[in-house]
C-alpha cells in the first residue's frame, strides 16, 4: 500500500494515533480505509497465516460466549468479511436477524459475496461504528472482531453499540491485547520482522502489516477497555485472555 497521507500536516489542533504516528482525526479513516482497501482481496488467507488459523478459534470462542439463539437479532459492527455473521445466522436461524456491516467497502463487498456464494443472503449497511445507523435498543447482541482498534474515537463507538443493545444484550469485543509479559521479546520480533514479511509475500503490502503490528501496540490493554466499556454504560463487563493475552475477549452488558 502507498501511503498518500504521511506528508500532509494535521488540518487541525485534534490528533490521533495511526499506528506509531500522529495525525489529523480526520486522515486516520483515510489512512485505515487505504489499509483494509489493500488487503482486501487476500485478507481471508492472511489471517489463516499470519495466525497459524488461531484466528478461527479465537472467533468460535467469541461466538459461544455470545450465547446467541434462535430468533435473537445480532449486529456484526465491523464485520468484513462475515466469518461472525455466517456463524451467527446458523444460529439465529430464520425467525432471526444478522446485520453484516462494516465501514470499508472492499472488506464489505467481500463479505457480500461470501454469504451470496454460501447461500445465506443477510442484510449489509455500510456505516461508521461511531454513527450507527439503527435506532435505539434494535439487537439482542453486538460484536465486533478485529475493529474496534482501527476506530478514531473508540469509546463513541463503544458508546454506540451500547445504544442499540436492547436492555439485557451484550456486546463482544474482540481484539487483539497485551501479551504475556514474558513472551514479548519473541512477540515483537514475530509483529515487526516476520508479519510485514509475510504481508509483502502473501498480499504484496508489507506496509499495511507494519501499521497492524503498531496498532495493537497503541489500542488499550484488558484493564484500560474493560474501563472504556463501563465508562459508556455498560455492566458486568469481564475478559478473557486467549494464546497468553495475544487476544483477549471482553463482554459487557446494557441493563
Not at 135 to 160: I, Q, Y
Not at 165 to 175: A, D, I, S, W
Not at 214 to 237: D, F
Request: aromatic share 10%.
Amino acid at each position: 500500500m502507498t501511503d498518500t497521507f504521511s506528508d500532509i500536516p494535521a488540518a487541525s489542533g485534534q490528533t490521533t494515533h495511526f499506528g506509531f504516528q500522529t495525525v489529523a482525526e480526520e486522515l486516520k479513516q483515510k489512512k485505515v480505509a487505504g489499509v483494509f482497501s489493500s488487503v482486501a482481496q487476500k485478507y481471508d488467507m492472511m489471517n489463516d497465516v499470519m495466525s497459524f488459523g488461531l484466528h478461527r478459534l479465537w472467533k468460535a470462542f467469541t461466538i459461544q460466549l455470545a450465547g446467541v439463539r434462535e430468533g435473537d437479532r445480532v449486529l456484526d459492527v465491523a464485520g468484513g468479511t462475515a466469518d461472525l455473521s455466517l456463524a451467527f445466522a446458523r444460529r439465529v436461524g430464520p425467525s432471526g436477524q444478522v446485520w453484516l456491516t462494516d465501514i470499508n467497502h472492499a472488506m464489505l463487498s467481500r463479505g457480500r459475496d461470501r454469504l451470496i456464494n454460501k447461500g445465506v443472503p443477510l442484510p449489509i449497511a455500510q456505516c461508521n461504528a461511531e454513527k450507527l445507523p439503527f435506532p435505539e435498543s434494535s439487537f439482542d447482541c453486538v460484536t465486533v472482531a478485529f475493529g474496534l482498534r482501527n476506530m478514531t474515537h473508540k469509546e463513541a463507538a463503544l458508546a454506540e453499540m451500547r445504544r442499540v443493545l436492547r436492555p439485557g444484550g451484550r456486546l463482544l469485543v474482540l481484539e487483539f491485547s497485551r501479551i504475556w509479559k514474558p513472551l514479548s521479546p519473541f512477540y515483537d520480533l514475530y509483529s515487526f520482522k516476520l508479519l510485514p514479511w509475510m504481508g509483502e509475500k502473501v498480499v504484496g503490502d508489507p506496509n499495511s502489516y507494519h501499521y497492524l503490528a503498531e496498532s495493537i501496540r497503541m489500542h488499550p490493554g484488558q484493564e484500560e477497555l474493560k474501563a472504556m466499556m463501563e465508562n459508556v454504560g455498560l455492566s458486568k463487563v469481564d475478559y478473557f485472555n486467549l494464546s497468553a493475552g495475544i487476544v483477549a475477549v471482553h463482554r459487557g452488558y446494557k441493563l
